[in-house]
């Protein structure tokens, strides 16, 4: 088979790039290995219940009619309306380090005032961060990384409130250890704090289902069980892709969104020595826990607590299996207009050691995710009322699990500490989307996939 | 196919392209950017779109004469003659 353009992942930013070429009347085809579409972002079913994998929340929330920023632009961009997404703002959600918590809510008043309240000599300096952030273009492209921690330290004077606000950001889409490039930092700080949280009232299931449908609706091709075994080089560009079945298909342009190392490693003419330097360290665990009545009925109400322990928060691969010292607590239930989830959930994510968890054998590695998940809940409920006794069913996932659904080298979440903007690789032919190319979450990811078909595609024809 | 006919069309693209879009007031002389808040992805998907239904060729070269509902008339009128696109507009 030929086509204009195969799409190597159906995950969001898969869909996304497959969507707008489809759209403009390509001949376009998504391989995807797995059963399930979606990738970092996809969903099961286990024992009658829905769960979720990836989405905490939606970030970058942008309320119906908002014509700036990067949810409508997404949107019109795919021709969906507001509403096929069915997203619902969250409650309101949480940074708790020791002797000090932050609530923030969707459009930042309630961060400002806490930040006021809780750090009232840092206010100025947080205001002029908050303005200067605003201002700042982070979609450019040619910029200069910088150190957010030392562009932060101009503005505040109390490293824990610069922790406070980096815990998050880190959390939900870092992947640099302990620091992270300043326009990165901006990227994250409007998609979380200026724009806020909202839930599909389904799940994820929802937004990829909207994607597949307008996909396949425009004609594109959608294979799953379809892995890329090699891609074929010949005269410095991808000649045809061979699948894992032995079936050969040919393309005019290749999207990929397997990563950018595990991306070249299929290439015929790659160095199969192991990889070194460029691949992402971190990876998380977490837990899904069901409980037999709601977080409110408990007593909680934000959709999000991001926790540390320790007055200085340390965002890097743990020397053990996890850090439980810090991590995420996330509650699909509070979320506006949510009541249909009679169920509680209560999610719980920490850092985690990919080598670690891929060292112990079968027996040692259930224990291990027994062990976890105790030694976790024992932290978290700090910052979440007693949940244990009303929990009915639980889940735990590992890096491995991560690796074995994304194809990400180490189970690598947010992929390569450097990321490649333009997607631009040595092959002439082959270009990288999602998050290698460096757009993270759901909105960023369908972003990447939308900006590069449009800068290595449709602009060019 | 008249000067008024090549602005309906574009007016009805851009309601594809920027749905929560006001064109009612749309001052035909007056840049569309400014006006509706449209963005370089917006434009490109204008051209796009021009091509997807009326397999019209907007060389990147061309794009500023996008710029107003009237000089998107003027410079696209020729290219619809071109085309043919009369009846494809209906």
């Known amino acids: ?461 | 196919m008249t000067e008024q006919q090549v602005k309906e069309i574009v007016l009805d693209i851009i309601s594809v392209v920027a749905p929560d879009s006001e064109l009612d007031g749309v001052k035909s002389d007056q840049p569309l950017r400014d006006q509706l808040d449209l963005d370089s992805m917006d434009f490109l998907d204008i051209v796009m779109e021009l091509r997807k239904r009326y397999k019209i060729e907007v060389p990147k070269e061309d794009y500023p004469h996008l710029a107003s509902l009237d000089s998107c008339a003027s410079y696209l009128l020729p290219h619809f003659s071109e085309v043919g696109a009369d009846t494809a507009a209906g």
Request: aromatic fraction near 10%.
């Open chain 1, 1 to 461: 088979m030929h086509y204009d353009t195969v799409i190597i992942g159906a995950g969001m930013s898969g869909l996304a790039a497959g969507i707008r070429l489809a759209y403009f009347d390509q001949r376009v085809c998504i391989l995807e290995r797995h059963e399930v579409y979606g990738g970092l972002n996809s969903f099961y079913t286990l024992q009658g219940r829905q769960f979720d994998v990836g989405l905490h929340a939606l970030t970058n929330y942008a309320p119906k009619g908002t014509k700036q920023g990067p949810l409508p632009k997404l949107l019109r961009q795919l021709r969906i309306s507001h509403d096929e997404f069915d997203l619902r703002e969250q409650n309101f959600s949480e940074i708790r380090f020791p002797g000090k918590k932050l609530r923030f809510d969707n459009g930042g008043a309630l961060l400002v005032s806490d930040v006021a309240e809780q750090f009232p000599h840092q206010i100025d300096g947080f205001a002029r961060l908050w303005a200067d952030v605003e201002a700042y273009d982070d979609v450019a492209i040619d910029v200069t990384p910088r150190s957010s921690r030392k562009v932060l330290a101009e503005y505040i004077s109390d490293p824990m409130l610069i922790d406070m606000l980096l815990c998050p950001l880190m959390f939900y889409g870092n992947a640099q250890e302990q620091d992270m490039d300043f326009t990165h930092f901006v990227t994250l700080f409007k998609s979380l704090y200026c724009q806020g949280f909202a839930r599909p009232r389904d799940g994820v299931r929802a937004i990829l289902k909207t994607l597949v449908r307008k996909y396949k609706g425009l004609g594109g091709k959608l294979r799953t069980r379809s892995g890329v075994q090699r891609l074929e080089i010949s005269n410095g560009q991808v000649a045809s892709l061979v699948l894992d079945s032995g079936e050969t298909i040919t393309a005019n342009t290749i999207f990929s969104s397997a990563g950018y190392i595990e991306t070249m490693r299929l290439c015929s003419d790659a160095d199969q020595s192991p990889p070194t330097g460029e691949v992402g360290r971190l990876s998380f665990v977490e837990s899904i826990s069901c409980l037999d009545c709601t977080p409110a009925e408990l007593g909680h109400q934000p959709a999000i607590v991001f926790f540390s322990d320790m007055d200085h928060f340390e965002y890097a691969r743990p020397d053990g299996l996890i850090d439980p010292r810090s991590g995420v607590i996330c509650c699909p239930n509070n979320y506006r207009d949510h009541e249909h989830l009679t169920e509680g959930m209560v999610r719980l994510t920490s850092l985690a050691n990919y080598d670690r968890w891929s060292a112990l054998d079968a027996d040692a590695y259930k224990q291990a995710k027994r062990d976890c998940y105790k030694h976790i809940a024992d932290t978290a409920i700090k910052y979440v009322p007693e949940f244990r006794q009303r929990v009915t069913f639980t889940d735990f996932f590992t890096p491995l699990t991560i690796e074995r659904f994304t194809g990400h080298l180490n189970g690598a979440v947010y992929g390569a500490p450097s990321k490649r903007r333009d997607g631009c690789t040595r092959l002439k032919n082959l270009f990288i989307c999602g998050t290698d190319q460096g757009f993270l979450g759901i909105v960023g990811a369908l972003l990447s996939g939308i900006s590069m078909a449009n800068m290595h595609v449709l602009a060019k024809q």
